[in-house]
């Protein structure tokens, strides 16, 4: 998760953005009853790389559900560095419920 200039590379910064954007996606669809198709299917997710983590950077991720459709849904996520309270990194995820399969 490190690269050679001991910064956390961009890729674990997209795998954190798309595990943290997915789960206040999962509350709300508790919290609506639907908790079998909020997981869904990723259909696009964008980023902007703010400031870089160095090596032993405490990270603080902010989460929220910005829409949770009957098929389509999206969260936004912040990374944070705790300690210099700066952003590091900011995305949004939007998902889609998959479709039955046809056979």
Same mark, same amino acid.
Request: glycine share 8%; hydrophobic share 45%.
């Given at each position: 998760?490190?690269?050679?200039?001991?910064?956390?590379?961009?890729?674990?910064?997209?795998?954190?953005?798309?595990?943290?954007?997915?789960f206040?996606?999962?509350? $709300?669809g508790?919290i609506d009853? @639907?908790?079998?198709?909020t997981?869904?299917?990723? $259909?696009?997710?964008?980023?902007?790389f703010?400031?870089?983590a160095?090596?032993?950077? @405490?990270? @603080?991720?902010?989460?929220?559900?910005?829409?949770?459709g009957?098929?389509?849904?999206?969260?936004?996520?912040?990374?944070?560095?705790?300690?210099r309270?700066?952003?590091?990194?900011?995305?949004?995820?939007?998902?889609?419920?998959?479709?039955?399969? @046809?056979?």
């Amino acid at each position: 998760m490190i690269d050679e200039l001991d910064h956390l590379t961009v890729g674990s910064l997209a795998f954190f953005v798309d595990l943290f954007a997915t789960f206040p996606l999962v509350v $709300q669809g508790a919290i609506d009853g @639907r908790l079998g198709d909020t997981i869904g299917v990723s $259909q696009s997710m964008n980023f902007v790389f703010h400031d870089v983590a160095r090596l032993g950077t @405490r990270l @603080r991720a902010t989460s929220t559900c910005v829409a949770l459709g009957s098929r389509m849904m999206s969260g936004r996520c912040e990374i944070w560095d705790k300690d210099r309270n700066r952003l590091i990194c900011s995305g949004v995820h939007l998902k889609m419920s998959p479709s039955m399969p @046809r056979l």
